[in-house]
């Protein structure tokens, strides 16, 4: 086997470190609603036009960790990659990465120098003032343009991710991340290669910290695939973890955003949109049945990683719509 590690990941391509080495990159944060266990089900749902090379474009307007825009953009001939959050913290981290990975990569080798040598109840401390320290900071970061002081809060926002409870990147309705520590013995704070992998195919990325709304102010030509990961639709009343961020996404939104979704079938786009399945819960709930009436809808099956119930983690359903 060859040994990856020899090669430069920023002069390859990468279809030799995916291929050759099979090195790819793959979601740098755990993120709440996070597709990688459902990219098998996913892969036979892309669209035929994808698979026979005739798609250049991919967009992907709710982006979070990115599984399915990592799969797509490495196992296909995508040429221009458009990517979209409302989370600030989050598309400062993907534009930081893309822009100074190197520097990033040191300031993890820090935090996680610094982290590791310490005791349990040391790391309890160094977690929650770091925390604190995070919090306080966003007064002093300007989002709409990047700078240098984004580099180290890149680093933050990756170590409160590897060491925090479950990955439940969580923040309150002022912004605050306010997740508490995780168990980790061990947690993996520097992932080199991987950020050198996901910084070099954010080479034909734009990334854009924006509501989904605006994708249609980027969309040019056809060959252009749309994947839509919206958040959830809550599967339970009591259930919360739609809250990725300060803002909520409600019934009116699905609609809103259901209304995007015909209004580019008819520009001709391929289109695919999943959310979870509300029948999981009330079988005559037909909700997105209704709302894509006009579209095929497929049903796989999900393990959700985070339901606080176990017994219900094996027979939940997520559903794909798709127009073609
Ligand atoms: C289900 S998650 C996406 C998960 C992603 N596909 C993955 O594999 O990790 C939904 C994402 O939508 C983002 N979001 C919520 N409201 C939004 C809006 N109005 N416009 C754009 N993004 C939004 C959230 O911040 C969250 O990252």
New binding site residues.
């Given amino acids: 086997m060859k040994n990856y590690k020899q090669i430069n990941p920023k002069s390859a391509k990468v279809e030799d470190l995916f291929y050759e080495y099979n090195v790819g990159a793959k979601?740098f944060l755990k993120?709440?609603?996070?597709?990688?266990q459902l990219l098998k089900s996913f892969q036979s749902l892309y669209p035929k036009l994808l698979k026979k090379k005739k798609i250049k474009n991919y967009y992907?307007?709710?982006?979070?960790?990115?599984?399915?825009f990592f799969d797509v953009v490495q196992n296909f001939e995508i040429e221009n990659a458009f990517l979209?959050?409302?989370?600030e913290e989050?598309i400062l981290t993907y534009l930081v990465i893309q822009n100074n990975v190197n520097e990033l990569i040191d300031f993890l080798y820090r935090y996680d120098k610094q982290y590791k040598k310490l005791n349990e109840e040391q790391r309890k401390e160094y977690f929650y003032d770091l925390r604190k320290s995070f919090n306080f900071s966003r007064f002093n970061i300007d989002y709409n343009n990047y700078s240098e002081n984004w580099i180290s809060r890149a680093a933050q926002i990756i170590f409160l991710n590897k060491t925090c409870f479950n990955g439940l990147f969580r923040f309150n309705s002022k912004g605050e991340f306010n997740s508490p520590m995780g168990k980790y013995k061990n947690p993996k704070i520097v992932d080199e290669q991987n950020l050198l992998n996901v910084s070099k195919l954010l080479e034909i990325t734009t990334i854009k910290k924006?509501?989904?709304?605006k994708v249609i102010n980027d969309l040019n030509g056809d060959s252009t695939f749309i994947y839509f990961?919206?958040?959830?639709k809550p599967i339970s009343k009591t259930s919360s973890f739609t809250a990725?961020?300060k803002?909520t996404?409600q019934d009116d939104?699905q609609i809103q955003l259901s209304k995007l979704f015909y209004d580019l079938n008819e520009k001709g786009y391929s289109l695919m949109l999943s959310n979870s399945d509300p029948k999981n819960i009330d079988p005559s709930e037909d909700f997105f049945d209704k709302i894509y009436k006009d579209y095929k809808i497929t049903r796989v099956n999900a393990k959700r990683s985070i339901n606080s119930n176990p017994n219900k983690r094996n027979s939940i359903k997520e559903i794909v719509i798709t127009n073609y």
């Fill in positions: 979601p993120w709440v609603g996070g597709k990688r992907e307007p709710f982006v979070g960790g990115g599984a399915v979209y959050d409302i989370n989050l924006a509501d989904y709304s990961d919206p958040p959830y990725y961020s803002t996404f939104d």
